[in-house]
């Protein structure tokens, strides 16, 4: 993410209002809540999850182990239990 000058997009008068409140700090301006995206919707992430999820239940339903997915996919037992759990139903 990279930062955006104030002086350089807001009014004088905005910009001497928020440095009553916040003078020469960082501050986060949240999206407009109908501009909100959901998580994954930049990236491929989300897909990619779901397809190793996806394999993990393959490799547990030929006989791998929760231990031997957690390591091989870097994750702790209880995760690994979560995910088989979610696919199974």
């Given at each position: 993410?990279?930062?955006?000058?104030?002086?350089?997009?807001?009014?004088?008068?905005?910009?001497?209002?928020?440095?009553?409140?916040?003078?020469?700090?960082?501050?986060?301006i949240?999206?407009?809540?109908?501009?909100?995206?959901?998580?994954?919707?930049?990236?491929?992430?989300?897909?990619?999850?779901?397809?190793?999820?996806?394999?993990?239940?393959?490799?547990?339903?030929?006989?791998?182990?929760?231990?031997?997915?957690?390591?091989?996919?870097?994750?702790?037992?209880?995760?690994?239990?979560?995910?088989?759990?979610?696919y199974?139903?």
């Open positions: 993410m990279s930062y955006i000058r104030a002086e350089d997009i807001l009014p004088k008068e905005v910009l001497e209002l928020i440095q009553q409140y916040v003078d020469g700090q960082t501050i986060y949240p999206r407009k809540s109908e501009c909100h995206k959901s998580w994954g919707a930049g990236t491929d992430t989300k897909k990619d999850l779901m397809i190793r999820n996806r394999q993990m239940y393959a490799e547990y339903r030929f006989g791998a182990t929760v231990r031997e997915l957690s390591e091989k996919y870097f994750l702790t037992e209880k995760s690994v239990q979560r995910i088989i759990r979610n199974k139903n």
